[in-house]
């Protein structure tokens, strides 16, 4: 009887870790910020140090993994930390960055009329990405930029 116990209780503890194995695994995604001041913490919970202050709605983040209400995520620099979901939308946009200016193109091709540049650091929202550039409005200025240009989109991702 002793050994069914140890048996059941060997079977019964594989099952939990599976479990959270399927429950922990996560699509990493792009987001945006929803405020103009958003905190950055060492863990999920209010009782982390903030290590970063965003002064900056729009600005994208990569989310890698979530905790209850909290989400770690990724700035386009590589600074990672915990976010509360709230202070996070789900509408897209990209950064420019480097340290060119990022031609904009008036059509889906690198060969077509350069209408305006935008400078590192500016924000943008992405309308459709095709496979080499991706079509952006920024301040009213529309048009399409080379991806290599660009974070908050995936190699290879279109839409």
Same mark, same amino acid.
């Given at each position: 009887?002793?050994?069914?116990? #140890?048996?059941?209780?060997?079977?019964?503890?594989a099952?939990?870790?599976?479990?959270?194995?399927?429950? &922990?695994?996560?699509?990493?995604?792009?987001?945006?910020? %929803?405020?103009?001041?958003?905190?950055? #913490? /060492? !863990?999920?919970?209010?009782k =982390?140090r903030i290590?970063w202050?965003? =002064?900056?709605?729009?600005?994208?983040?990569?989310?890698?993994g979530?905790?209850? +209400?909290w989400?770690?995520? /990724? %700035?386009?620099?590589?600074?990672?930390?915990?976010?509360?979901?709230?202070?996070?939308? &789900?509408? #897209?946009? +990209?950064v420019?960055?480097?340290?060119?200016?990022?031609?904009?193109h008036?059509?889906?091709?690198?060969?077509?009329?350069?209408?305006?540049?935008? %400078?590192? !650091?500016?924000?943008?929202?992405?309308?459709?990405?095709?496979?080499?550039?991706? /079509?952006?409005?920024?301040?009213? +200025?529309?048009?399409? +930029? /080379?991806?290599?240009?660009?974070? !908050?989109?995936?190699?290879?991702? &279109?839409?």
């Amino acid at each position: 009887m002793a050994r069914a116990w #140890r048996i059941a209780a060997i079977f019964l503890a594989a099952a939990v870790v599976a479990g959270f194995g399927a429950a &922990t695994s996560y699509s990493p995604h792009y987001v945006s910020l %929803a405020r103009d001041k958003v905190n950055m #913490r /060492e !863990g999920p919970s209010f009782k =982390h140090r903030i290590t970063w202050v965003y =002064h900056r709605r729009g600005l994208p983040m990569r989310v890698l993994g979530h905790y209850d +209400v909290w989400r770690h995520v /990724e %700035a386009a620099d590589g600074t990672k930390g915990w976010v509360q979901g709230s202070m996070l939308s &789900t509408a #897209r946009s +990209v950064v420019v960055i480097g340290n060119k200016n990022a031609p904009v193109h008036d059509q889906p091709r690198n060969d077509s009329h350069v209408s305006v540049y935008l %400078a590192p !650091g500016v924000v943008a929202r992405p309308q459709a990405c095709k496979p080499e550039l991706c /079509e952006i409005i920024s301040a009213g +200025v529309v048009g399409w +930029v /080379e991806r290599k240009y660009l974070w !908050g989109v995936d190699a290879g991702e &279109t839409f």
